[in-house]
């Protein structure tokens, strides 16, 4: 509690506001935002700190900052609470290499998006407080907060997931298939099997639970330092996709494990050992290999550990209870989808309590809350249709929890309830904004950010009623503020509903540039579409919506069923059914554009990346001549080339509904296509493979169908940066203009 000792509050934050009386002539004397500019250095939106965590002892907030002459960089930062002074702890330039990733280590970066991303990405502290564990350039280093450095590791290798242990003794890492262990400072040594099959990974999490399942580690150590669950990969049923990363200069050739649906997975198992690799033991997970591991955790006194097994068709989780000594296991509890036709949505939304009680998040009445299990009792601790979505932190003493929820459909608010089920939960931010938040490990101090559509990201700290002590961001627009110049002509969104086809109310997002009275306007309908996304909300947009409103469009988003935070109703109808009530909702979307006297409705251009440019594809198809052109960049084409745990969650296995797949590809009705279509993909591309665009790209070809397309050699999904992200937009702009989607004169 040291920081809200010595903390001083802070006077109340400003949004960004522009004089009324002045506004017209400011917006006309504006500079215009342009894409290069978007993409450049300093980040028009502010700072953006990510990793944010607070010393073991309660003396220092630390995070990753970004630079202002290189906003991908990341260097870690410390906040002494004592002095309320910033300094750098580890300055990423300075101490690291430069030297090239590993493959592995750039496929986990992609699958944790973050590859794009140069220096610092991720750090632990030590648990007496007395240093941080950093990974860079694919060695570890003990940085100290008496400002020395000492390098941990220095192979030609990459030393993949490292940890301190829970008491920080050891440091421990992934190299070349194996789990390394080590005392801190000292040689560490493989600890599991030197296997001989290529196939076989120890330590780490396959595939599937890193690019789906939001499980980026395969190895947990116990609370006392004495034991490690430790995941044991065979990924030889796994079939091997030949993928050709087509660079600038040259192509390599990976043979990928890629689990794509209906196909076998990886088999995973758990094996409990000493920190040196002794008596190890095998968990039971049950008779069926089938199964995906989810989650592992450790009781809070290491009596048990605990074991999330996800069935394959993904409509239960058994929570297993192990003993530690000798892997045996029991079934503690089983949770079901919510009703017959859904799936269950992973979460890291739980805590084991000292008590031996669980704290669990849960859709079984239809909506995200929270419940508590305790002595074999459930106790539902939150109610309501504004679905409850993370759980941000515990204070067990001071018998509360808090998490986020939604506030109505459009903002996410923070709230704080007992763990007994009693009051009403209170709550803790501005409803002027939306908000996330974290807490340090013992739920006594709060971390919001927040933004609003005039207002990009603030940060500040927080005691646990939720009185701001501390700004650690005010991102305050002035001054020198990078948007500063181009806050006269920023457009601030409008929100409003129309019905989809069952009557549900679909909620929409629209920025409007300067109109001028009679002429009617061009529409950039921007979708995603799929599920675990929500687009619309009273957030802030960015400056990318705001270029494109400055070149004369009106931005328009659509928050279709299947998307996020709507509850399961709402999600439901993609069940086995993708590019179907998604489609038929954004085109009620295009119809009410339509119907508007600002908006030309033959100009109506749709664009979508990854599930959005599969959906670009699906609406191009389903209604010719509705929308003027089509942009659809790193589409899914045919879902039987995407993951198992993804695609089969919504989806089921093809080998059992084949029918189902046929009419979800967008490969069928491709010759449907008659309205102008831009493709864009990377073409190492290796969530969404480049086979997918050269299907489609085929038939239209072999059909004599024209369109147009633009591929980025050496670039994944994630195709945007400094130079590459204006080329992407000029090129979808060039696109739009060619086609007369353009302003009125």
């Known amino acids: 509690m040291r920081l809200i000792l010595a903390a001083v ?123 941080v564990l950093v990974p860079l350039d694919g060695d570890l280093y003990l940085a100290r907060l008496d400002g020395t450095v000492t390098r941990l590791t220095d192979t030609a290798g990459t030393e993949l997931n490292p940890k301190l242990s829970a008491k920080g003794a050891f440091v421990s890492f992934v190299r070349d298939r194996q789990l390394w262990v080590g005392p801190v400072g000292g040689e560490a040594q493989p600890i599991t099997p030197a296997e001989e099959a290529d196939t076989i990974r120890w330590g780490e999490a396959e595939f599937v639970a890193q690019e789906e399942m939001g499980r980026f580690t395969g190895y947990w150590w116990s609370p006392d330092d004495q034991r490690l669950v430790v995941q ?96 045996a296991s029991t079934v503690w509890f089983t949770e079901n989808a919510a009703r017959p036709d859904y799936w269950i949505n992973l979460s890291d939304d739980y805590r084991f309590l000292e008590d031996g009680s669980l704290l669990w998040w849960s859709e079984r009445d239809g909506y995200g809350q929270f419940y508590r299990l305790a002595d074999g009792q459930w106790t539902q601790l939150t109610r309501g249709t504004s679905p409850a979505t993370a759980l941000v932190g515990v204070d067990e003493e001071a018998g509360t929890f808090t998490y986020q929820a939604m506030s109505g459909v459009l903002t996410q608010q923070v709230y704080r309830a007992r763990l007994d089920g009693t009051g009403e939960p209170e709550l803790l931010t501005d409803p002027d904004f939306t908000n996330s938040a974290s807490m340090d490990g013992k739920g006594r101090l709060l971390y919001v950010t927040r933004s609003s559509p005039s207002q990009p990201p603030q940060s500040y700290l927080a005691t646990p009623d939720g009185k701001r002590v501390a700004w650690i961001e005010e991102n305050r627009v002035e001054g020198d503020h990078p948007y500063a110049p181009y806050l006269a002509s920023h457009v601030t969104p409008e929100f409003g509903t129309i019905a989809a086809e069952d009557g549900t109310p679909l909620h929409w997002m629209m920025l409007k540039p300067r109109m001028e009275p009679g002429k009617r306007y061009p529409v950039f309908f921007s979708h995603y579409g799929g599920p675990h996304v929500q687009q619309v909300t009273k957030g802030w947009t960015g400056a990318l919506a705001q270029a494109i409103v400055d070149k004369g469009y009106v931005y328009f988003v659509l928050d279709n069923r299947g998307s996020a935070n709507r509850g399961v ?21 295009a119809a009410f554009l339509k119907s508007l006297d600002f908006v030309d409705p033959d100009k109506i251009a749709i664009y979508g990346w990854s599930y959005g440019g599969y959906m670009t594809l699906k609406m191009l198809e389903a209604d010719p001549g509705l929308y003027a052109a089509g942009v659809a960049g790193a589409p899914v084409t045919r879902w039987e080339l995407y993951d198992t745990h993804y695609t089969e969650r919504y989806m089921g296995d093809p080998r059992e509904v084949p029918e189902a797949y046929e009419t979800a590809s967008a490969i069928p009705d491709a010759t449907k296509i008659s309205d102008p279509l831009l493709l864009i993909h990377g073409l190492s591309d290796d969530n969404v493979v480049f086979e997918n665009s050269s299907e489609l790209i085929g038939v239209l070809q072999e059909n004599n169908l024209p369109f147009e397309m633009m591929l980025y050699p050496g670039y994944t999904h994630r195709v945007s940066g400094e130079k590459i992200g204006p080329h992407v937009w000029n090129s979808i702009f060039r696109f739009l203009g060619a086609h007369g989607v353009t302003p009125p004169e």
């Open 9 to 131: 509050a802070l006077s109340l934050s400003t949004c960004l506001t522009t004089p009324a009386l002045a506004e017209d002539v400011m917006a006309e004397t504006a500079p215009t935002l342009s894409l290069e500019r978007v993409f450049a250095s300093p980040a028009l939106d502010g700072p953006a700190p990510r990793q944010v965590k607070l010393s073991p002892d309660g003396r220092y907030l630390t995070l990753l900052r970004n630079r202002p002459d290189e906003r991908e960089r990341y260097d870690l930062w410390g906040y002494d609470i004592d002095t309320r002074e910033w300094r750098m702890l580890v300055d990423s330039r300075a101490l690291g290499s430069g030297r090239e990733l590993s493959e592995d280590e750039k496929m986990q970066r992609e699958r944790a998006r973050v590859a794009g991303l140069k220096g610092i990405i991720t750090y632990q502290w030590a648990s007496d407080g007395s240093g």
């Open 232 to 327: 044991r990969t065979d990924e030889s049923p796994v079939g091997i996709v030949t993928r050709a990363a087509i660079g600038a200069k040259g192509t390599k050739v990976f043979d990928q494990r890629y689990p794509a649906a209906g196909t076998d997975n990886a088999v995973v198992e758990l094996y409990v050992m000493d920190p040196d690799g002794a008596n190890r033991v095998k968990v039971d997970l049950g008779p069926n290999l089938d199964i995906y591991v989810a989650r592992v955790d450790w009781a809070p006194d290491g009596s048990a550990i605990y074991v999330q097994r996800q069935d394959r068709a993904q409509t239960k989780i058994d929570v297993l209870k192990v003993d530690p000594a000798t892997g």
């Open 569 to 589: 109703d709402f999600e439901q109808p993609i069940y086995r059914a993708m590019g179907g009530a998604e489609v038929r909702d954004q085109k009620a979307g």
